[in-house]
């Protein structure tokens, strides 16, 4: 069985921290466009965005494209 969006959304979002902890993104740095998430990760869109919806709570940015703001 393939996995399901919420669990690939889960390793977009792992990958996506990772690269904040590495200082591959750092504060002020604008995070990848959804195409690029798309083109990078073989996932469906909505497994690319949630991990951006369940940040944006936490005030750490607006969407995907947007600069990141650590809190």
């Not at 969006?5 to 604008?30: F, K, S």
């Not at 607006?62 to 650590?70: C, D, I, L, M, N």
Request: glycine share 8%.
């Amino acid at each position: 069985m393939p996995p399901t969006a919420p669990r690939m959304a889960g390793l977009v979002a792992a990958q996506l921290r990772r690269r904040i902890i590495d200082g591959d993104l750092l504060d002020g740095d604008e995070l990848p466009r959804e195409a690029d998430l798309l083109a990078e990760f073989p996932v469906s869109r909505p497994a690319c965005v949630k991990p951006f919806a369940s940040w944006r709570p936490r005030g750490c940015y607006a969407s995907a494209g947007a600069r990141w703001e650590a809190q």
